[in-house]
């Protein structure tokens, strides 16, 4: 099974700064089936980035992702309050399809 | 508008039993891939299982095969999952959710699973 690793398990950041979050596989993701989802709390995760770098349908240009094989990140280029939030990395192009563990956005 | 909504979760006693279903809806159910992905208090999101559009597949993750099936009725719109021998590290929040090639597009609000004396 391949394992995700996410870094930094939290950040801290101010609005308006830019945030980048990192997604390492313990092996080479194939196809870049990597996905990224955001999470809020009490809420279920919503889908930001499918194919490492394809923003889904809705979500602003201020979020992109990036990478191929074992390293791949998903970058806020200027953070919006609405942002902080928790962000998970997922594979799936190999079963078990699997996420990493989060990284917590926090306000600074 | 598509929905995916849960029901059946609860408290359990360790080996016991617990059926989730999924109800959706404004989808073409029976096109698409389907999951169940659960998510234990305060931790990250595990991939349980998933299911062929047909049924004819079924992928299990490894500390649950053998104890839960994951299961389906197109004619019902209706996804479900099958827990038995239930331990207390199988307490999560349980999502059904709708795949597109692997990703998840659409999930619902989730099933709180308890398992605990």
């Known amino acids: 099974e391949i394992v995700l690793t996410q870094s930094p398990g939290t950040l801290s950041l101010s609005p308006g700064e830019r945030a980048t979050l990192s997604c390492r596989a313990s092996?080479?993701?194939?196809?870049?089936?990597l996905a990224w989802y955001q999470q809020k709390p009490g809420q279920a995760p919503r889908l930001l980035i499918y194919?490492?770098?394809s923003r889904a349908t809705g979500i602003p240009d201020r979020f992109s992702g990036s990478g191929s094989g074992t390293d791949f990140t998903l970058t806020i280029s200027r953070l919006e309050p609405e942002d902080f939030a928790v962000y998970h990395c997922?594979?799936?192009?190999?079963?078990?399809?699997?996420f990493g563990q989060g990284t917590k956005l926090e306000i600074k | 508008e598509v929905q995916l909504v849960e029901s059946g979760g609860g408290l359990v006693q360790p080996g016991g039993s617990l059926r989730l279903s999924c109800a959706a809806s404004?989808?073409?159910?029976?096109?698409?891939?389907m999951s169940w992905v659960r998510q234990a208090p305060g931790k990250g999101l595990e991939w349980v299982a998933n299911i062929k559009p047909d049924g004819s597949e079924k992928n299990y993750v490894d500390s649950v095969k053998g104890r839960f099936t994951i299961s389906r009725d197109n004619a019902r719109n209706s996804l479900y999952l099958q827990m038995n021998s239930l331990r207390a590290e199988d307490t999560a929040a349980y999502y059904c959710a709708r795949g597109s090639g692997g990703y998840i597009l659409y999930w619902g609000q989730g099933a709180l699973v308890t398992v605990s004396s």
């Open positions: 997922q594979q799936y192009g190999s079963s078990p399809y699997t």
């Open positions: 404004g989808i073409i159910f029976s096109n698409y891939w």
């Open positions: 194919g490492a770098s």
């Open positions: 092996q080479s993701v194939s196809s870049t089936y």
